[in-house]
C-alpha cells in the first residue's frame, strides 16, 4: 500500500495571515486535526490541534494578551513540513512520522497538495489481521491526574510528557482520559483566551490521621473532569495488538487504556501499533 490509497482528500487549507480562531473552528466542523498553511500556492506551514492545545496555558503570555480571533496561525504553526509523495510506501511513511515525531504528513505531487496522511490512517484492517502480539508486550505506564487537577496542572503533565493523560478518582479507579483534542477544541469563553474559573470542593483531612472534612478552593481554572472523555476504551493485557487496532478502527481513538479488571494496568498508543507497521 502507499499513500495515495490511504491519504485523506480533499485537504482544508489555511493562509498564514487567517486567525488561530479560524483555524479551530476549522478543525472543529470537519473533524480533522490539522491544516496545511498555504502561501498562495506554496506550502509554507501547518497547524495542528496539538498547536492549539499547548498554546491554551492560561501562563502563555502571548495568548493572555491577545484572544485567537486576533492572533495569526503564522505565530504558532510549524514552517516547512515535511511531505511525502502518492508513491510513498506506508513503511516509510511510518518510519518518517517515528523519526520527526509527527502524526500528519501532506501528501504532495509537484506544488499541488493532494491530500494528507495522519497516523490514524495507518490503522487500517489489513493491518490489523497481521497483528498477533500481545498488548503486555508494548503497552506503557501511563500519567494519571485526578479528576480535581487544575487545567493548568493537567496541560503542564502532556507538555512534559508529550502525551495524553488518565483521570482517576480517589480510589484510583478509571475516571476518564484526557488528549490533545480535549484540550484544543474545549469551550472557554469568547472575550478572552483564559480558561473559565470555578469553586472546587475537595476532600481534605483537617489534620494528619484526623477526621476527613470539605473545604472549599476558589477560584481555579477549569479542572480536568471538565474537559475529561468518558467512557474510555479499554482492553485486557492479554488481548491482540490486533484486536487494539481494530478497537481504535472502529471508534476512531488512538489510544486504549489496558484494565484487568478495575486494576489500571496501562496504556497502548496509537504510536506502539505504528512502529510494528514501521518494521
Not at 495507518?122 to 501511563?142: C, N, Y
Request: proline residues 5%.
Amino acid at each position: 500500500m502507499d499513500a495515495s490509497e490511504i491519504m485523506t482528500s480533499p485537504v482544508y487549507v489555511i493562509a498564514p495571515e487567517d486567525t488561530v480562531a479560524h483555524a479551530r473552528n476549522l478543525m472543529l466542523k470537519h473533524k480533522i486535526s490539522r491544516c496545511p498553511v498555504l502561501k498562495g500556492n506554496r506550502l509554507v506551514g501547518i497547524i495542528t490541534k496539538k498547536d492549539l492545545a499547548y498554546r491554551l496555558r492560561s501562563t502563555e503570555p502571548l495568548w493572555r494578551r491577545r484572544p485567537i480571533d486576533r492572533v495569526p496561525v503564522n505565530v504558532i504553526m510549524t514552517p516547512d513540513p515535511i511531505t511525502v509523495t502518492p508513491g510513498t510506501g506506508i513503511r516509510t511513511i511510518a518510519a518518517l512520522m517515528l523519526e520527526h515525531g509527527i502524526s500528519g504528513l501532506p501528501v504532495q505531487e509537484q506544488d499541488a497538495i493532494l491530500g494528507i496522511i495522519t497516523k490514524t490512517d495507518l490503522l487500517v484492517p489489513e493491518i490489523a489481521a497481521q497483528m498477533t502480539q500481545s498488548v503486555r508486550e508494548v503497552m506503557h505506564p501511563v500519567e494519571t491526574v485526578s479528576r480535581y487537577h487544575s487545567l493548568d496542572h493537567v496541560i503542564d503533565i502532556m507538555s512534559e510528557q508529550n502525551d495524553k493523560v488518565v483521570v482517576v478518582n480517589n480510589d484510583g479507579t478509571l475516571a476518564g482520559i484526557i488528549t490533545e483534542s480535549n484540550i484544543a477544541f474545549f469551550i472557554y469563553s469568547d472575550d478572552t483566551l483564559g480558561v473559565p474559573e470555578r469553586d472546587v470542593l475537595m476532600l481534605r483531612r483537617e489534620e494528619p490521621a484526623g477526621r476527613k472534612s470539605y473545604r472549599f478552593v476558589v477560584d481555579v481554572s477549569a479542572v480536568a473532569e471538565d474537559v475529561m472523555s468518558r467512557p474510555v476504551q479499554t482492553v485486557s493485557s492479554g488481548s491482540t495488538l490486533g484486536e487494539v487496532v481494530e478497537q481504535m478502527y472502529r471508534h476512531q481513538v488512538n489510544s486504549i487504556v489496558v484494565l484487568d479488571g478495575d486494576e489500571l494496568k496501562g496504556i497502548v498508543k496509537r504510536d506502539d501499533i505504528i512502529k510494528e507497521v514501521a518494521k
